[in-house]
């Protein structure tokens, strides 16, 4: 009789034994592969959640941008509008206007009042909004009083540049503006007519208290301020509005202007400018700031989510490192067990076997066969529930790309080849001191019943 034609019979004989024997290698190769495959999976469903949050993070620091770009934009054109309200901020005087007699009796040169076509006509790029202006300290002999008159003829386009929204309105002729002081002392009102200088002219506006020589002004049309002072195609000076230049910003603009129109000079009010530029900063620094905390924001985010998964590789990790010895050696001594009872059950048998002839070293094979077919029926047996263990512990999803991934790794690829060699061996040396026990005792003495 076959070695294996004795293994089929004790197995079909002993159903139950053979049964808790795989069952008990079974379960050590599912606990073995279903760890590798958690410890895998964890890996797979952290770089998953890693590109996932990587991917919401830009989207929101990209949604950031544009809102920050928006809010930027938005908050800097309010400002821009703002700053608007402070006025001209740049002066084109004639060469030879003192600054002192500028600050003590106002303007007292002219120039050409072509200057201004001649600068709105070239490539300028320092300023916006130039605006041709008369300005002198007259009495107002009608009322009685002192009066700083402004002749305007409204704001000249730069011709290379859009259309730009006039920071004052043009005054028409025939028409007047006052400021505060002068509406409060005259009780004048819009629709008034008054006489300045023996003309008639009409209230179209009235400023309200800026507490500066506005309160004390009046604005008429250029032309017929010209005429009262007798300054036909002259002017006082030219006033500007600077650009949003970065650097010396009144060297450049200076630079600038004295090319395109040599002869004069140019002076900054400087607390506008400066408000002004300060504004703009301010306005860019808020922006840059909120996205620096967005880009910040996710990049804490990114990093708990990190030492989140990481933790929790580390615990099952560890769990994986207790675990598996721990059901390796539990199903060793169940087999062993097992194999114990199965050889004390066929002492007759074996007994029989020896008197007929069997050789002690075939007594061994059988037995051993018998362990490493349970080891090997128990390797395949567990591989599937290992898997599916470890894949839906380690939250991975069931799609055909999941798996592949899964498999991508050598390691757990060389955990299922070798599931079957350690089942074997595992079985193997657990039934190896049952079949020498048994391979070992005196056939006479187990017929006798000893």
């Not at 079909?12 to 279903?34: E, N």
């Not at 002259?234 to 949003?244: F, S």
């Not at 001191?433 to 006798?448: G, M």
Request: proline share 3%; with cysteine; charged share 20%.
């Amino acid at each position: 009789m076959s070695v294996w034609r004795l293994v089929i019979r004790e197995i079909c004989h002993r159903k139950l034994s053979f049964l808790l024997s795989v069952l008990s290698v079974a379960t050590a190769v599912t606990c073995l592969i279903g760890a590798e495959t958690l410890l895998r999976a964890d890996r797979l469903t952290t770089d998953q959640l890693l590109r996932d949050k990587h991917v919401q993070i830009e989207a929101a620091v990209a949604a950031k941008e544009k809102l920050v770009r928006d809010a930027g934009a938005e908050l800097e054109d309010a400002m821009r509008k703002h700053m608007l309200g402070l006025g001209f901020n740049i002066l084109i005087l004639p060469k030879g206007q003192s600054r002192s007699e500028l600050l003590l009796n106002g303007m007292t040169e002219t120039m050409p009042e072509n200057y201004v076509d001649k600068l709105s006509q070239s490539d300028i790029v320092t300023v916006n909004h130039l605006l041709p202006s008369v300005t002198r300290r007259v009495e107002w002999p009608e009322q009685g009083r002192e009066v700083i008159l402004i002749g305007t003829r409204g704001e000249v386009p730069i011709q290379h540049r859009a259309l730009k929204k006039p920071l004052l309105e043009e005054v028409a002729e025939g028409k007047m503006v006052v400021g505060y002081e002068i509406q409060k002392a005259l009780g004048l009102k819009v629709g008034d007519s008054v006489t300045f200088r023996q003309q008639q002219f009409t209230i179209s506006g009235v400023h309200p208290e800026r507490g500066s020589t506005d309160d004390v002004t009046i604005w008429i049309s250029l032309r017929q301020a010209q005429e009262l002072l007798g300054m036909q195609n002259l002017i006082n000076a030219i006033l500007a509005l600077e650009c949003d230049c970065s650097g010396d910003r009144i060297s450049a603009i200076r630079a600038e202007i004295e090319a395109i129109l040599p002869g004069t000079q140019v002076v900054e009010k400087y607390s506008q400018a400066l408000a002004r530029a300060e504004a703009r900063s301010k306005a860019k620094q808020a922006a840059e700031s909120a996205l620096e905390e967005e880009k910040k924001s996710g990049q804490a985010m990114l990093l708990q989510e990190e030492q989140s998964r990481a933790q929790l590789e580390q615990k099952h990790a560890g769990l994986a490192a207790v675990l598996v010895p721990l059901v390796l050696v539990a199903s060793a001594v169940a087999i062993f067990l097992l194999s114990l009872a199965n050889a004390r059950q066929r002492s007759e048998e074996i007994g029989i076997l020896r008197a007929i002839g069997l050789k002690s070293h075939q007594i061994v094979v059988t037995f051993l066969s018998k362990a490493f077919f349970v080891g090997l029926t128990g390797a395949v047996a567990g591989f599937a529930p290992g898997l599916w263990l470890g894949s839906a512990l380690g939250g991975l999803s069931g799609s055909e790309l999941s798996w592949q991934q899964l498999f991508s790794n050598g390691e757990l690829v060389f955990a299922i080849v070798a599931a079957p060699a350690i089942a074997m061996a595992l079985t193997g040396t657990a039934s190896w001191i049952p079949a020498l026990l048994a391979a070992r005792r005196d056939p006479a003495v187990v017929l006798q019943g000893g």
